[in-house]
């Protein structure tokens, strides 16, 4: 179904529209006051391990464009408003909150290892939307939504093909500037495939 809305959306959800609008807000302010915001905000690898553990908190609720903060909370309202209304604000808070965590501390992890990763700094709700996409594709597989003037995707394709996507860029620009997508998509679908092992099956059995 193209052009679904909640019709109810959940503190929750408004609390983090809320945030992500105040912060990336203020962040710009201090931008244009002389404060570079972004730098101190930013997940980098090599900061979180010198001891700026706050990064791992703050980097998906500052958006540096007007485009990425309007996409954010689109994705909140839209993919997060149904996600909370058939989960609970507790357990869509849990997840959200986990899928950012994980992909927080894995970059700062395998940026000890992935080439270029150690420096560089990343913004933004990119990596959560993706989660949030992939989580809405199959938690509602007969939803759909348009993905290009003739094209509608929903179910297991947009899911799998959203971690394609993600892929695809990988290879044309390098993992470091999306290992935070990367690993928030393979959490969501390990969490939508009940966890690992739930994931291997159902990888196994589309081959």
């Known amino acids: 179904m193209v052009g679904f809305l909640p019709r109810w959306i959940s503190p929750v ?3 983090l529209i809320g945030a992500t609008l105040a912060i990336s807000l203020a962040a710009v302010i201090a931008v244009r006051a002389g404060f570079d915001a972004y730098a101190s905000l930013a997940l980098v690898p090599g ?3 010198a001891g700026e553990v ?3 908190v703050t980097w998906p609720l500052v958006e540096a464009s007007p485009w990425g903060l309007v996409s954010s909370c689109v994705a909140l309202y839209f993919f997060g408003g149904q996600l909370a209304g058939a989960w609970g604000a507790r357990r869509f808070a849990a ?3 986990g899928v950012a965590l994980f992909a927080g501390v894995g970059t700062v992890v395998l940026g000890r290892v992935v080439p ?5 700094g990343h913004l933004g709700g990119f990596a959560v939307g993706h989660a949030l996409v992939v989580a809405w594709a199959l938690q509602f597989p007969d939803r759909e939504i348009p993905v290009h003037v003739l094209l509608r995707l929903g179910g297991p394709v947009l ?3 959203t971690m394609g996507l993600i892929v695809l860029f990988a ?3 390098g993992v470091a500037p999306v290992l935070p997508a990367l690993l928030a998509g393979l959490a969501a679908l390990a969490y939508m495939n009940d966890g690992v092992s739930g994931l291997k099956r159902r990888v196994r059995s589309a081959i």
């Open 13 to 15: 959800v408004w609390a």
């Open 54 to 56: 706050w990064r791992l």
């Open 47 to 49: 900061d979180v391990w």
């Open 159 to 161: 899911a799998y093909g």
């Open 116 to 120: 270029g990763a150690w420096t560089m």
């Open 171 to 173: 290879v044309f620009v």
């Open 95 to 97: 997840y959200l909150g």
